[in-house]
């Protein structure tokens, strides 16, 4: 696909996504006790609003913002889809949990956003609980834009898949079966309190690095390069990487999770855990979170340092990486990205 036809494509998706969002939004807390829920249900952040996005703005002429992956615009200078700034307040926001279990269920980690501690089973339960969340939530809402009947929308789908329309629907309707084998063992652990019996690689570096995301994720190989998560097989379920990234004032937080019986999971994790050099480590995880994620935050005073053809190249990585057209990418040791290098951290 022509970078023009990707660029029309996308503001036209964008406005479509916003069309549906506005009149079918889809309203329902996550937490599985809802004789407990209490309304409303809260436009609820994935990541925190006075934590990690406040620590990655950028403030120019009073105007303070962040760059979010799956929010673009045209970048009139240069001509490509560029990173569009918007505002904290907006970002990685979703209705998924009522006023009540997003108080209650996340102030461990919310109330003080620097208290999140990597040795802590419970940190660590609750910040993948909410990043599988806003996962299941947007597979909810993707299936629900795949599956509308407004005409302008159906218009839209069968321009951009035509004939490839239902089997793509397919695959959102089979991703969301997928989502839910997790949905179910992660509520259990959550009733239960058994926090530990999610196997936690946990990481911790003592600078400000410029990402932050949160989300369930289906690598397609393995960093060898094999095949993992590629079958289309119905019957065969994907194994999930929960990602979370999370800088602080003085420090940034990674937390990566599997299920310990999901041994593909856990060979991937071992795989990245054995990485033998520092720098490699960088740059395979910086791989992981581009690759693998869209509930992605980039500082702009990370971004707008690059110059622009640095910019354009991550910007087309994007744009290749969000074609379902597209085959997966495979990691190599060029790859130009490293959100953990100690010379991009950011400063207050």
């Known amino acids: ?39 409303p249900i809260k436009s609820a952040h994935s990541l925190q609003r006075q934590g990690s996005l406040k620590l990655l703005e950028k403030t120019i002429n009073g105007n303070s913002f962040i760059y979010c992956h799956t929010e673009r615009q045209i970048n009139k200078k240069y001509g ?22 997003d108080t209650e269920l996340f102030k461990e980690i919310e109330n003080d956003p620097e208290a ?9 339960f609750l910040h993948t609980y909410r990043s599988f969340s806003h996962s299941y939530h947007r597979k909810y809402e993707e299936y629900k ?39 179910k063992s992660l509520d259990e652990m959550l009733i239960n ?22 989300g369930v994720t289906t690598p397609g190989h393995f960093k060898n390069g094999d095949p993992f998560n590629l079958s289309e097989k119905a019957d065969i379920s994907y194994s999930d990487i929960f990602t979370t990234v999370l ?18 999971a856990i060979k991937y994790l071992d795989e990245l855990d054995n990485i033998s050099t520092e720098l490699e480590f960088q740059k395979y995880l910086s791989f992981h979170i581009i690759n693998n994620l869209e509930n992605v935050y980039i500082s702009p005073k990370f ?15 994007i744009n290749i990486i969000s074609n379902k057209y597209t085959p997966y990418i495979r990691y190599n040791k060029g790859f130009p990205v490293n959100y953990f290098a100690y010379t991009e951290k950011i400063e207050s």
């Open 116 to 124: 999140t501690d990597i040795n802590n089973n419970l940190h660590c």
């Open 1 to 39: 696909m022509e970078q023009s036809e990707f660029i029309e494509q996308q503001k036209e998706l964008n406005r479509l996504t916003s069309l549906i969002s506005q009149g079918a939004t889809i309203k329902d807390c996550s937490h599985p006790l809802k004789d407990e829920c209490r309304l």
């Open 80 to 101: 490509f889809l560029d990173l569009k700034p918007i505002g904290r307040r907006d970002a990685s926001t979703f209705y998924g949990f009522c006023d009540f279990h």
């Open 193 to 214: 309190k058994s926090y530990e019996e999610l196997e936690y690689y946990c990481y911790e570096y003592p600078y400000r690095c410029p990402v932050s995301c949160a």
């Open 145 to 183: 834009l795949f599956t509308s009947s407004e005409p302008e929308v159906l218009k839209y789908l069968n321009k951009f898949y035509g004939g490839d329309l239902e089997k793509v629907t397919q695959g959102v309707k089979l991703a969301l079966q997928d989502l839910e084998i997790p949905k």
């Open 247 to 264: 800088p602080f004032a003085e420090r940034t937080v990674i937390i990566l999770a599997a299920f310990p019986e999901d041994l593909l």
């Open 303 to 317: 971004y707008d340092r690059k110059d622009y053809k640095w910019r354009q190249s991550y910007c087309q990585l």
